[in-house]
């Protein structure tokens, strides 16, 4: 396998990093959209002015919204869009995904990102702390603020690896038609979970977003605003990936569950080329297989 193969093209790490570039202006100036498009408040209006990273650059047609902004919100889709697009399945990753996985593959790139951006921040705060003596303002909220993304943007990913946490004792004791109905059993308790979140909690989430309630510490970032927002928009796609998953998984063979679907083929190579081909040849050398042939002392 090409070294390409493994670790992806030059492409596949800038379409995130470019979608991370854009979509982070565009939350960071979010309250630029919300006067122009929704009103004045003076508390939103002052919010504005103090996170303004281009103050000196005029509004488009009298707004408060200017060229960068509305140029981050134009790029924001189309570089989504392309990143869905040049997005390819890692070895490691699940086989059966099909054209409609690109989003959720994709946003798993963006997480792989925000993840390296997470630990440098936290770095770059080690490093003044400790080394300079001079501790930052913001890291500490930056740090939660990209956690928190993390966090709900890696379980849409997980969703459509099928790497969510399942039981399977029972499952794969069933035949196929018993495991389907499983299947459409907890994809409809997901979707009906997912429902009622997002009804009860749209109006208190949306109200969040109007204001740009903010964390209300020395940074102040907007984390009450775009995480409420984000944990509903987030539930509705994981939703629509289950939904999604049922489909594609519908007509496939039952697979059995061992302790060797931890460990992958490259890994499996590792192993055997460290022990030797001479001593394990095709012999199964997972962790379950060794401790199944291992014999027990007898007191």
Known sequence: MEESEKNGTVIEWLMPL??????????????????????????????????????????????????VDYGAMLLSPIIFFFGMKTVRRAPMEFENWRNWDRLSVFVGRVVMMLIVLLTSVMLYEVILRYVFEAPTLWANEMSLWLAGYVFLCSGLYAMQQRSHIRIFLLYDMMPRFFQRCCDVLSTAFIVLFAFFLVYGGYGEAFDKFLRWETFGTAFDPPIPATIKTMVLFIISM???????????????????????????????????AAVGADGTGDLDVTRGAIQSNTPRKHD
């Open 238 to 272: 994981v939703a629509v990936q289950a939904v999604l998953n049922l489909i594609a998984d519908w007509n496939l063979e039952p697979v059995k569950h061992t302790a060797a679907d931890d460990i992958d083929e490259d890994e499996l190579a590792r192993l055997r």
């Open 18 to 67: 470019a979608f991370i570039l854009t979509f982070g202006w565009m939350t960071w100036h979010a309250p630029a959209y919300v006067l122009d498009m929704h009103g004045y408040t003076d508390e939103l209006f002052a919010r504005f002015k103090r996170v303004d990273l281009t103050p000196d650059m005029p509004g488009l047609f009298g707004g408060y919204g200017d060229i």
